[in-house]
């Protein structure tokens, strides 16, 4: 019975493991755009973006103020929108909301990798990141032109002007904004990158046989043609020299006569045919 043996190219390891590796880093993919579509949801909806500690806090369309009492009101209404005094804070409004719209239709669009090939979906929803990002950093530009309104100097004191937050301070959902930016700049280059270089698994690898009787052409040579070894050279006859013994070990006059004379042995032993190297 023959041995079999199993080979497997080099190519064909490099692409397995970069298929499984791709789907590792699709689900991660997948997960931090959830977790995308969640930071802009908050940042959007809180009034957390700049404050001071007992007195007040403000956000895209919407400030909360302490009364003489300690009690804390809040005003503003996105069905509002049209009454926001400052128009810094009116755009940085529409493009945080735009933002945080196509976050939730790539949401949306990854439903799409059970009805399309995954290079597609991963593209369109590299676009879609690209254009929230964009859309985001504009928000999170825009918002500090709008502290010279009244409102914010109310919370923040009079000198509170463009890019100067007088006495308030940055609070928790403006750097959350920042750090969705940043998270969805490098979501859209991996989705870029998923789309780019998705490639298909390679056919499984052969099996080669090691033949014990009979291969190619009937030869030693056909029989090693599955070990991918070097092939056997043939030579024919005639081209070697003829084996010769020692001239001591030849047949004298005086050894004929002898009992211990070695008999002639046939011209056709002298020569190897087919000699393997």
């Known amino acids: 019975m023959g041995s079999k043996v199993e080979y497997v190219e080099t190519s064909q390891i490099y692409a397995t493991n970069y298929v499984r590796n791709s789907k590792a880093v699709g689900v991660l993919w997948g997960i931090?755009?959830?977790?995308?579509?969640?930071?802009?949801?908050?940042?959007?909806?809180?009034?957390?973006?700049?404050?001071?500690?007992?007195?007040?806090?403000?956000?895209?369309?919407?400030?909360?103020?302490?009364?003489?009492?300690?009690?804390?009101?809040?005003?503003?209404?996105?069905?509002?929108?049209?009454?926001?005094?400052?128009?810094?804070?009116?755009?940085?409004?529409?493009?945080?909301?735009?933002?945080?719209t196509l976050a939730l239709v790539t949401i949306a669009v990854m439903l799409l990798f059970f009805f399309m090939q995954p290079t597609s979906v991963y593209m369109v929803a590299a676009w879609l990141q690209i254009i929230s990002a964009l859309c985001m950093i504009a928000s999170v530009v825009i918002y500090p032109l709008g502290w010279e309104s009244a409102k914010a100097q109310e919370i923040c004191g009079p000198t509170a002007s463009r890019y100067n937050l007088g006495q308030c301070d940055?609070?928790?959902?403006?750097?959350?904004?920042?750090?969705?930016?940043?998270?969805?700049?490098?979501?859209?280059?991996?989705?870029?990158?998923?789309a780019t270089r998705h490639i298909k698994l390679q056919p499984e690898p052969l099996y080669g046989e090691i033949n014990n009787a009979y291969g190619d052409n009937n030869s030693v040579a056909g029989s090693r043609k599955s070990l991918n070894l070097h092939p056997v050279m043939l030579m024919p006859q005639g081209v070697h020299e003829q084996d010769r013994f020692s001239e001591f070990s030849n047949r004298t006059a005086n050894s004929k006569s002898s009992r211990y004379a070695r008999p002639e042995y046939p011209s056709s032993l002298n020569s190897l045919n087919n000699f393997q190297l």
């Not at 908050?42 to 103020?65: D, H, M, Q, Y």
């Not at 959902?173 to 998923?194: E, K, N, P, S």
């Open 170 to 194: 940055i609070k928790w959902a403006y750097i959350l904004a920042i750090i969705g930016c940043l998270d969805v700049i490098v979501l859209a280059i991996l989705a870029f990158i998923l």
């Open 32 to 100: 931090f755009t959830l977790c995308f579509a969640l930071i802009v949801s908050v940042a959007f909806l809180t009034p957390e973006w700049i404050g001071i500690a007992n007195k007040g806090r403000l956000g895209l369309w919407s400030s909360c103020e302490f009364d003489v009492n300690g009690f804390e009101e809040c005003t503003g209404k996105f069905a509002e929108f049209m009454e926001i005094s400052n128009a810094a804070f009116k755009i940085s409004t529409v493009l945080c909301l735009v933002s945080v």
